[in-house]
């Protein structure tokens, strides 16, 4: 069964930084592209990055574009989300999402999430 | 305001069936097959229950069903049951720069 894991979460001041990481496994890790998807308290799901299957191609959000930096390594079936300059507004539980397809940014749907990182950016 | 437009709520009584619709673009829903429906309970992680507009993983429900029709896409929720109350949520491939699109999400009372 696929297992994703994330991890990195906490409190930061606004303008902070922090860094997830979602460990993977049970699958082929290095043939996928994820993403992060994010849901702020007693709101919807939102879309804030992906990174294609050799970390080479990156997409974001235009709500962290510039401020958050997506990457992965595939040796250790891990990708991470770089956040800075951290807003108010950025407080939500993230979660790591795989897509069914393999070789596809979107196909198949999301079909794994983790259990989801909780981040709080508070002064 | 999220980029696909989902009814707030919906309801129904058990044994009936509702349907939740989603209304995009020719830029996300209209233009790809990549439109997934997730159904989502309190404190749980979303859970995939339609993906590339009318396939179901496997385990689910064949009660759920999804379909497609310009740029609207819908979900249709046969047979209601207590435990289908949720929230759902639509989700496309969009060719923007944002690369997936979700729906605000509809929250289904079942009364």
């Not at chain 1, 902070?16 to 709101?43: D, I």
């Not at chain 1, 990708?79 to 795989?98: F, G, H, I, P, W």
């Not at chain 2, 044994?15 to 209304?23: A, E, F, V």
């Amino acid at each position: 069964e696929v297992q994703l894991l994330e991890s990195g979460g906490g409190l930061v001041q606004p303008g902070g930084s922090l860094r997830l990481s979602c460990a993977a496994s049970e699958f082929t890790f290095s043939s996928y592209a994820m993403s992060w998807v994010r849901q702020a308290p007693g709101k919807g799901l939102e879309w804030v990055s992906g990174v294609g299957e050799r970390g080479i191609s990156t997409y974001y959000a235009d709500s962290v574009k510039g401020r958050f930096t997506v990457s992965r390594d595939n040796s250790k079936s891990t990708m991470y989300l770089q956040m800075n300059s951290l807003r108010v507004e950025d407080t939500a539980l993230y979660y790591c999402a795989k897509p069914g397809d393999s070789s596809s940014w979107y196909g198949g749907g999301f079909d794994s999430w983790g259990q989801g990182i909780v981040v709080t950016v508070s002064s | 305001q999220s980029a696909l437009t989902q009814p707030a709520s919906v309801s129904g009584s058990p044994g009936q069936s509702i349907t939740i619709s989603c209304t995009g673009t020719s830029s996300d829903v209209g233009g790809y097959k990549y439109v997934s429906w997730y159904q989502q309970h309190p404190d749980k992680a979303p859970k995939l229950i339609i993906y590339d507009v009318n396939n179901r993983p496997s385990g689910v429900s064949n009660r759920f069903s999804g379909s497609k029709s310009g740029n609207t896409a819908s979900l249709t929720i046969s047979g209601l049951q207590v435990e289908d109350e949720a929230d759902y949520y639509c989700s496309s491939y969009t060719s923007s720069t944002t690369l997936v699109v979700f729906g605000g999400g509809t929250k289904l009372t079942v009364l």
